[in-house]
C-alpha cells in the first residue's frame, strides 16, 4: 500500500463497513503497520491492514470493494497474508463482525477458529453489535 492509496481504501471502508475508519486512521496505519492492497488492473479493490507482535499476528482491518465481493478475491487476499505471517508468527487473530457470516465462512474455511464472544464490541447506527474473536494456528 502506498500513502496515495489511503483515499481508495477509505472508499472501500465507506461502502463497506456501518463504522467505517476515517482517513486519519489509514494513515497512521500506513505510518505503524503492515498494509496490503489488492488491485484489479489499475484499480484498488481490497486491502489488507495488519501487525506482528511477539509471534502473534492479528487483522486489524479487512475489506474487499463491493462490487468485487463473492468472486475469490478475499480468499486471495487472505490466503497471501497467511503465507507472509507465518513465516513470522504462531499465532493469527482476528475480530469479525457476528452477523458477516460471508466473512466467518471464509476465515472458517482458511483454518481460523471461533475463540469467543465480544460482547458490543462494534459500534453501529443502532447500538452495537458482537464480534467473534477468531483465532489461527500457524
Same mark, same amino acid.
Given at each position: 500500500?502506498? @500513502?496515495?492509496?489511503?483515499?481508495?481504501?477509505?472508499?472501500?471502508?465507506?461502502?463497506?463497513?456501518?463504522?467505517?475508519?476515517?482517513?486519519?486512521?489509514?494513515?497512521?496505519?500506513?505510518? =505503524?503497520?503492515?498494509?496490503?492492497?489488492?488491485?484489479?488492473?489499475?484499480?484498488? !479493490?481490497?486491502?489488507? @491492514?495488519?501487525?506482528?507482535?511477539?509471534?502473534?499476528?492479528? !487483522?486489524?482491518n479487512?475489506? @474487499?470493494?463491493?462490487?468485487?465481493?463473492? =468472486? &475469490?478475491? &478475499?480468499?486471495?487476499?487472505?490466503?497471501?497474508? @497467511?503465507?507472509?505471517?507465518?513465516?513470522?508468527? =504462531?499465532?493469527?487473530?482476528?475480530?469479525?463482525?457476528?452477523?458477516?457470516?460471508?466473512?466467518?465462512?471464509?476465515?472458517?474455511?482458511? &483454518?481460523?477458529?471461533?475463540?469467543?464472544?465480544r460482547?458490543?464490541?462494534?459500534?453501529?447506527?443502532? &447500538?452495537?453489535?458482537?464480534? !467473534?474473536?477468531?483465532?489461527?494456528?500457524?
Open positions: 500500500m502506498e @500513502i496515495t492509496d489511503v483515499e481508495y481504501i477509505s472508499n472501500i471502508e465507506q461502502q463497506v463497513t456501518p463504522h467505517p475508519w476515517r482517513e486519519s486512521q489509514f494513515v497512521d496505519s500506513h505510518a =505503524k503497520h503492515r498494509c496490503l492492497v489488492l488491485e484489479n488492473e489499475d484499480s484498488v !479493490i481490497g486491502y489488507a @491492514i495488519y501487525h506482528i507482535v511477539v509471534g502473534e499476528a492479528e !487483522i486489524l479487512f475489506a @474487499i470493494d463491493s462490487n468485487f465481493q463473492g =468472486k &475469490g478475491y &478475499g480468499r486471495q487476499l487472505l490466503e497471501h497474508i @497467511i503465507a507472509v505471517v507465518t513465516q513470522q508468527a =504462531k499465532r493469527f487473530f482476528l475480530e469479525v463482525r457476528a452477523s458477516n457470516d460471508t466473512a466467518i465462512q471464509l476465515y472458517e474455511s482458511v &483454518g481460523f477458529v471461533e475463540v469467543c464472544l460482547r458490543n464490541y462494534y459500534q453501529t447506527a443502532s &447500538g452495537s453489535e458482537d464480534a !467473534i474473536l477468531m483465532a489461527m494456528e500457524l
